[in-house]
């Protein structure tokens, strides 16, 4: 195979094809999206679903809620259901420091045209009715945030952007990334070379050795998450916000007739191993009884596990790169990169396109690091 492209994306996820359909859309010809896998294979089907505008940062908040509306309109415009449940965010606050975080983020959010609110142990149990409310001072709440089904959400942007002249290798790993000084002039891969004078990583975890193929760094680690499914839960409602007890990190959500839900692991180690184990079980178990008793009665019916592509500061990179022409990049999520693929992938387009973006994402230059100047996230689950 020999093939010329006016760009290569790298990656497949819900970054990749959101970049692609973006950049197809806007009419660029011979865009080649490569994934070694399958499509969303790597931590997008992994992910549970969640999408909002909650955060403390205001450059996470605008890249939230602009992708809420392209989730909003993803069926009209895409063409794809993606079974968005509009049912919010609601984040369970144990202690006077959280809640005068989350008051702040509250005054930023709404500033920048967010609904959230705080909300009293009494109203939050309303809304998320298997929680106990002891030791609770206050809740934020978001009505427009929600969940939606990662998998259709990357299929439904590749199939467009295939439409839209787009052409997607899968199976096809990139061996190489040819230069000519500081010029990029092909991609290598399984299937051929590829001449292209762009690259665009959105590998997820797997991006530290993309960027490495033409002396980058882009310091992402991967990190192992788990999910578990239960069984079906007599009279659960349908409006079930997705609730994070934000002292543990316990989070779940109605999956279907039933709950998915997770927590963080501290004991877990950088690592790309995806096998699913019990040593958090203990853990979560004592999460549930402290925050939702009720979850420790439901019996476990499936799960997963998956990849958190985590920065230093828990925060995206994107970019393009000042030590080799046309090298841009999308990743280093650390948890929030699925709610946030429909803004970044108009954000890459227009950082391609040489336009200017809706939103100035420079403090999110993987440079940062080096320049001592961290873009730290608080509201992380």
């Given at each position: 195979m020999?093939?010329?492209?006016?760009?290569?994306?790298?990656?497949?996820?819900?970054?990749?094809?959101?970049?692609?359909?973006?950049?197809?859309?806007?009419?660029?010809?011979?865009?080649?999206?490569?994934?070694?896998?399958?499509?969303?294979?790597?931590?997008?089907?992994?992910?549970?679903?969640?999408?909002?505008?909650?955060?403390?940062?205001?450059?996470n908040i605008q890249l939230g809620a602009r992708s809420l509306e392209a989730f909003g309109r993803f069926e009209e415009e895409?063409?794809?259901?993606?079974?968005?449940?509009?049912?919010?965010?609601?984040?369970?606050?144990?202690?006077?420091?959280?809640?005068?975080?989350?008051?702040?983020?509250?005054?930023l959010q709404n500033s920048l045209g967010v609904p959230s609110r705080l909300l009293t142990p009494r109203?939050?149990?309303?809304?998320?009715?298997?929680?106990?409310?002891?030791?609770?001072?206050?809740?934020?709440?978001?009505?427009?945030?929600?969940?939606?089904?990662p998998e259709a959400v990357v299929h439904g942007y590749a199939r467009a952007a295939r439409a839209h002249g787009a052409r997607i290798l899968r199976h096809t790993e990139v061996t190489g990334i040819e230069l000519r000084g500081a010029t990029i002039t092909a991609v290598a891969t399984t299937l051929g070379r590829i001449e292209t004078g762009t690259v665009?990583?959105?590998?997820?975890?797997?991006?530290?050795?993309?960027?490495a193929l033409v002396g980058v760094d882009l310091p992402v680690r991967p990190l192992r998450r788990q999910i578990a499914v239960t069984e079906p839960v007599p009279g659960l409602p349908a409006t079930?916000?997705?609730?994070?007890?934000?002292?543990?990190?316990?989070?779940?959500?109605?999956?279907?007739?039933?709950?998915?839900?997770?927590?963080?692991?501290?004991?877990?180690?950088?690592?790309f191993?995806?096998?699913?184990?019990?040593?958090?079980i203990p853990r979560l178990a004592e999460a549930m009884q402290q925050r939702a008793p009720a979850l420790l009665e439901l019996r476990r019916t499936g799960g997963w596990a998956g990849?958190?592509?985590?920065?230093?500061?828990?925060?995206?990179?994107?970019?393009?790169?000042?030590?080799?022409?046309?090298?841009?990049?999308?990743?280093?999520?650390?948890g929030h990169g699925f709610l946030q693929g429909p803004a970044v992938g108009e954000i890459v387009r227009d950082l391609y396109l040489g336009r200017v973006p809706f939103v100035?994402?420079?403090?999110?230059?993987?440079?940062?690091?080096?320049?001592?100047?961290?873009?730290?996230?608080?509201?992380?689950?």
């Open positions: 020999n093939l010329r492209a006016d760009a290569v994306i790298v990656g497949g996820g819900v970054m990749g094809t959101s970049i692609a359909w973006h950049l197809a859309r806007a009419g660029v010809r011979d865009v080649v999206l490569v994934e070694r896998d399958e499509l969303a294979a790597g931590s997008t089907s992994r992910a549970a679903g969640g999408v909002r505008a909650q955060f403390s940062d205001e450059l895409v063409g794809q259901d993606i079974g968005l449940h509009r049912v919010g965010y609601l984040f369970l606050l144990s202690t006077p420091g959280q809640v005068a975080s989350f008051e702040a983020g509250v005054r109203e939050a149990r309303r809304l998320s009715p298997l929680i106990r409310t002891d030791g609770l001072l206050a809740a934020a709440y978001s009505p427009d945030d929600g969940h939606c089904t665009i990583c959105a590998a997820g975890a797997w991006s530290r050795a993309v960027g079930l916000p997705m609730t994070i007890d934000f002292t543990t990190s316990l989070y779940f959500h109605r999956e279907g007739p039933g709950l998915l839900l997770g927590m963080s692991d501290p004991d877990e180690k950088p690592g191993a995806t096998d699913t184990h019990d040593r958090w990849l958190y592509e985590i920065t230093p500061d828990h925060n995206a990179l994107i970019g393009e790169a000042s030590t080799v022409s046309r090298f841009l990049y999308a990743t280093g999520f650390s100035d994402i420079s403090p999110l230059r993987a440079g940062r690091f080096a320049a001592d100047a961290p873009r730290p996230e608080a509201n992380l689950v």
